[in-house]
């Protein structure tokens, strides 16, 4: 069973940072797209960044300069490094991977999902 578990999460004042980590226990299938996502209270879950098998990124208009998301396909690791924070990045962020028995390029919603690490930002 595909296993995705995020950490890194935490309490932090505006303009600090952190960074966070998803591990993918699998290591039979292709893991191929993955993504960060977050939802704040009262509010849909939204893309804030994605990184194809092959390494193009894409992130949210809100986060571009302030984050960078990374993959090591050795670890099955996915990061998001956050810097300059700012109270309305307060959420959960969510890990997502598309994990199939073939390979794929493009970035796409992958069907697995982590439990979620929060983090929230204070003023």
């Known amino acids: 069973q595909v296993q995705l578990v995020e950490s890194g999460g935490g309490l932090v004042q505006a303009g600090g940072s952190l960074k966070l980590s998803c591990v993918a226990s699998?290591?039979?299938?292709?893991?191929?797209?993955m993504g960060w996502y977050r939802q704040a209270p009262g509010k849909q879950r939204e893309l804030v960044a994605g990184i194809t098998s092959i390494g193009s990124t894409n992130y949210a208009d809100s986060v571009k300069g302030r984050f960078t998301i990374s993959r090591d396909n050795a670890k099955n690791t996915m990061y998001l490094q956050m810097y300059s924070l700012k109270p309305e990045d307060t959420a959960v962020y969510y890990c997502?991977?598309?994990?199939?028995?073939?390979?794929?390029?493009?970035?796409?919603?992958?069907?697995?999902w982590g439990q979620g690490t929060q983090v929230t930002v204070s003023s």
């Open positions: 997502n991977a598309d994990i199939r028995t073939t390979l794929t390029t493009t970035f796409r919603l992958g069907a697995y």
């Open positions: 699998e290591s039979i299938f292709r893991i191929n797209a």
